[in-house]
């Protein structure tokens, strides 16, 4: 079992910045996929970054691309996320989520084995 928690939610102005982080316990992140994804209101849970937690090969979603940086703390066993030049459509509860023992990254929900709770990113206009 794995359990993940996210902090570093909160509100924000456009254009502004916040670091997201993804704690895992109970096992480590040693081998698999570390992905965040975010569901605004009213809509599906979309995927915005991964991270191969080996190789350190990482994967966006268009929308981020540019924006948004995945990184992890191997002695931390914590994957970052941390969002720049962020806009009001980035406003979503945000979810990191992992597979162990893969070597592919997937962008879909059912890709993911352990979810954590969720953080609110709020970006006001």
């Known amino acids: 079992q794995v359990q993940l928690v996210e902090s570093g939610g909160g509100l924000v102005q456009a254009g502004g910045s916040l670091r997201l982080s993804c704690a895992a316990s109970?096992?480590?992140?040693?081998?698999?996929?570390v992905g965040w994804f975010r569901q605004a209101p009213g809509k599906e849970r979309q995927f915005a970054a991964a991270i191969m937690w080996s190789s350190g090969t990482t994967h966006y979603a268009d929308s981020v691309k540019g924006r948004f940086t995945i990184s992890r703390d191997n002695a931390k066993n914590t994957v970052y996320l941390q969002m720049n030049s962020l806009k009001p459509e980035d406003t979503a509860v945000y979810y990191c989520a992992t597979k162990q023992s893969t070597n592919f990254i997937s962008t879909r929900v059912v890709g993911y084995d352990y979810w954590g709770q969720g953080t609110q990113v709020t970006v006001s206009s």
């Open positions: 109970g096992r480590t992140f040693s081998s698999g996929t």
